[in-house]
T-cell receptor, first 113, second 110 residues
């Protein structure tokens, strides 16, 4: 089974702090994604990486950056956390050669105070 | 992007079939119909997808209307573990961003 793990289930940070969210997948997938999920707004794509060192902005990249130095790891960085970045963050991976299915991690609930 | 419309909630008894509808009247010819579900406190999970023909897998069946303006996810025998929010999404062949709306919250009662 594909496993996607995220570094924390719950995280509390202060406004202005730099925040790192880590995601690791164990199935050698080329594509990795970072989403955020908010009540009433659904799931929204922040960034997409189609391979190592490759990235594309999603629908809401402002305030975020990403890093993909190794195939299995995709990091989301909040350079200066703000309260409007309080959300559930979900990482996913996909093998584009094996179809459309995205495999999600359990999510990190981030609270910025 | 073509939108989908789903009922906010549905209820089913355990071990009975469940039919979850999705309307997508503005679907384009290259849009695939995908279903994901999200159990409480978990990340979303892929269920099934299709283009024109009905599809079956170990989790569910997907029935697609002939005009493709609607589809139905069928759980053949609901279990308590199937209680989740089910999302119907359209994705083009080259698309990858999953934009979940509100979905249908399925309650399964013993």
């Amino acid at each position: 089974d594909v496993k996607v793990t995220q570094s924390s289930r719950y995280l509390v940070k202060r406004t202005g702090e730099k925040v790192f969210l880590e995601c690791v997948q164990d199935m050698d997938h080329e594509n990795m994604f970072w989403y955020r999920q908010d009540p009433g707004l659904g799931l929204r794509l922040i960034y997409f990486s189609y391979d190592v060192k490759m990235k594309e902005k999603g629908d809401i990249p402002e305030g975020y950056s990403v890093s993909r130095e190794k195939k299995e790891r995709f990091s989301l960085i909040l350079e200066s956390a703000s309260t409007n970045q309080t959300s559930m963050y979900l990482c996913a991976s996909r093998d584009p050669g094996q179809g459309y299915e995205q495999y999600f991690g359990p999510g990190t609930r981030l609270t910025v105070t | 992007d073509a939108k989908t419309t789903q009922p906010n909630s549905m209820e089913s008894n355990e071990e009975e079939p469940v039919h979850l509808p999705c309307n997508h009247s503005t679907i384009s010819g290259t849009d695939y119909i995908h279903w994901y579900r999200q159990l409480p406190s978990q990340g979303p999970e892929y269920v099934i997808h299709g283009l024109t023909s009905n599809v079956n897998n170990r989790m569910a069946s997907l029935a697609i209307a002939e005009d493709r303006k609607s589809s139905t996810l069928i759980l053949h025998r609901a279990t308590l573990r199937d209680a989740a929010v089910y999302y119907c999404i359209l994705l083009s062949n080259s698309g990858y961003a999953l934009n979940f709306g509100k979905g249908t919250s399925l309650l399964v009662t013993p």
